[in-house]
């Protein structure tokens, strides 16, 4: 370790004033001339322990250590749960909603964050919920929690809630089941109605559900 620098600094003394001008000499001389005495300056030792600065730094306190990596947590994912029947083959608009969410992801080159669930295993975690569904049911789950909000308004009839989970496959994971839907005999809306399966694109990856 290198000792501590100390700096000193003396006080000059006070520069001594001119000699008085000497009379001038007598008429016809040239007045005499005498060299300038050179001034002196005195600066006694003064110390300023103030001003010591170490100028040793152990290795150990060279530089910051990077913060640790935060370790990943469990997501929060939201979502609408009905029975079956009512969220894929009577709501009105559910289909054209979704439809227009898939088009503008594609435009705007987004990663989907939503996705219907056919039988949802993550249900068991909500008995409050489950004892009030018909069966098989399906799910609108997403990792937006303000455009679940919004489709609750749209769709009425529906439950929500959220839950966590650590991976999007825990998330997502399904019941097998076979779903049918009897074609009504007189259909009288003015639009078409929506074909068996349009909902597939929907689902998660490897995953489908339903036969007509």
Sequence with gaps: MVAPATLSLRPCAAVAPPRAARPTALAGFAPATRPRPALAVSCPPRHFSSLRRAVAVDSDQQGSAEPPE??????????????????????EHFQEQLAEKLRNYAERDKDLDFWLVVEPK????????????????????????????????????????????????EALASNPVELKFEKPEKWTAPYPKYEFGWWEPFLPPKASNGTA
């Design 70 to 91: 935060q370790e990943k947590g469990p997501k929060t994912y939201y979502f609408l749960v009905a029975n079956a029947k009512f969220m894929l083959d009577e709501e």
């Design 122 to 169: 993550f249900l068991d975690r909500f008995p409050n919920i489950t004892k009030r569904l018909k069966r098989p049911a399906a799910a609108l789950v997403s990792t937006d929690g303000n455009w679940i909000t919004f489709m609750k308004l749209r769709l009425d009839r529906v439950l929500a809630d959220q839950f966590d989970a650590e991976s999007v496959e």
